[in-house]
């Protein structure tokens, strides 16, 4: 057989299997497209405007050489959101797996040290009972609420969150897993996440 | 003579600007819902997994929305949301293989079988390296010609017809001994 037949043989078995595939179809709505299109183009406007103010805000403060003590944060992002409260407390909202560093540092100026992974479980369960114990942190499905005051000195917040599988649905359901890292103590990673939800004790 | 104001121009300007956004929209949801069902089928023949190619064809249209004066001029529209898909999937693969490296239990929930998915031809192309496949689609199933398929994928068509001449013997061979296919995957 030369190239040519072989061609248009496999070209007609490829064909016809493409049309044995009639009965699928893509249902979702070019709008939820060009709304997730429009979201991430501002997404990219809007990161780069924050690091740049969160930057230039740490430039200023060097310069004037003002004490660098947390500072009231309120950073809105398409993918999460931080905010301080006259109270104290620090509120960070997730809605996308996306910018941990980014979000490290914000917490960071808040007064919150964090350890923040979007792809790997990174708290174990005596590092989550150890933030339980100390009430620093309350968790709900899609936010954490923090007292930063409450956090042990030297400890790092672990906020780790991972994707996971919901049986073929098309998005994933992330695993929320938070802990505390006493000081002096490193963390270990692995994607075997399961769901520890912190609640004050 | 009486010319247009300061406040009409500017006027007339932002109504223009939404204008082009709204002839934009219009345009890519044409594309859109005319290709779509194609484009699904063709990367779900290359994948095999429905989810994931729901998955990756939306996002190859999400990208192609986002730079969509570049892609409504493409000469081959939906070529370039196929390659696309197919690029995002070596980089669900290349996540995936990290991910489950790390700790080897992430297994994707099986899809419901299909006889053209499970089909001799099917698993053979999806056997098939990415490069010789992405030749094989554009080719075969797209129906773009040597030069076409050449400018996409950014190499010359000496180059396509090399991957073309070797992905047809690799087909061939499982077409004429289907339990190949079989013994290869549960390598």
């Known amino acids: ?30 709008e939820q497209l060009m709304a997730r299109g429009r979201r991430r183009r501002a997404r990219r406007r809007v990161v780069p405007a924050a690091a740049g103010a969160a930057a230039g805000s740490l430039a200023l403060g060097l310069a004037l050489g003002l004490p660098a003590g947390p500072q009231p944060v309120h950073v809105s992002l398409a993918a999460w959101s931080v905010s301080t409260s006259s109270g ?45 114990s100390t009430g620093a942190a309350t968790g709900t499905p899609d936010s954490l609420v923090i007292q930063p005051a409450s956090l042990p000195a030297g400890s790092k917040l672990i906020i780790s969150i991972l994707p996971t599988d919901n049986a073929g649905g098309p998005l994933p359901l992330p695993t929320f897993n938070f802990g505390l890292l006493a000081a002096g103590q490193t963390a270990t990673c692995s994607s075997a996440g399961t769901l520890h939800v912190s609640s004050p004790g | 003579m009486d010319g247009p104001t300061g406040h009409d121009v500017k006027g007339s300007g932002g109504l223009g600007r939404c204008k082009g956004v709204e002839q934009a929209a219009t345009e890519f949801a044409s594309f859109y819902a005319a290709d779509r069902d194609e484009c699904l089928r ?44 197919l690029n995002a999937h ?5 996540r995936r293989r990290r991910e489950v490296a790390l700790a080897g239990h992430d297994v994707a ?73 079989e013994q290869e995957l549960s390598r």
Do not use: Y
Request: proline share 6%.
């Open chain 1, 1 to 30: 057989m030369n190239d040519d037949t072989a061609l248009a043989d496999i070209r007609g078995a490829l064909t016809e299997a493409r049309d044995g595939l009639g009965h699928v179809r893509l249902d979702t709505p070019a």
């Open chain 2, 90 to 94: 070596i980089s669900w693969l290349r």
């Open chain 2, 42 to 85: 063709v990367v779900l023949l290359n994948v095999g997994s429905r989810p994931l190619a729901e998955d990756l064809v939306e996002e190859a249209f999400t990208r192609a929305w986002m730079a969509w004066p570049k892609v409504r001029q493409h000469p081959a529209r939906r070529a370039w949301v196929v390659r696309t898909a």
């Open chain 1, 88 to 132: 104290g407390t620090v509120t960070v909202t997730f809605h996308e797996l996306a910018h941990p560093g980014l979000l490290r540092r914000t917490l960071a100026k808040a007064g919150v040290p964090a350890l923040v992974s979007f792809r790997q479980s990174c708290a174990t369960q005596p590092q989550t009972q150890a933030l339980a």
């Open chain 2, 109 to 181: 929930a099986a899809d419901r079988p299909d006889p053209v998915l499970d089909g001799d031809l099917a698993t053979a192309l999806r056997g098939l390296a990415l490069r010789q496949r992405e030749v094989v689609t554009l080719r075969l199933l797209l129906d773009l010609d040597t030069a076409a398929t050449a400018r996409l994928l950014g190499i010359s068509p000496g180059t396509v017809g090399v991957h073309l001449h070797r992905a047809l013997a690799t087909l061939r061979q499982h077409l004429s001994d289907p339990s190949r296919s």
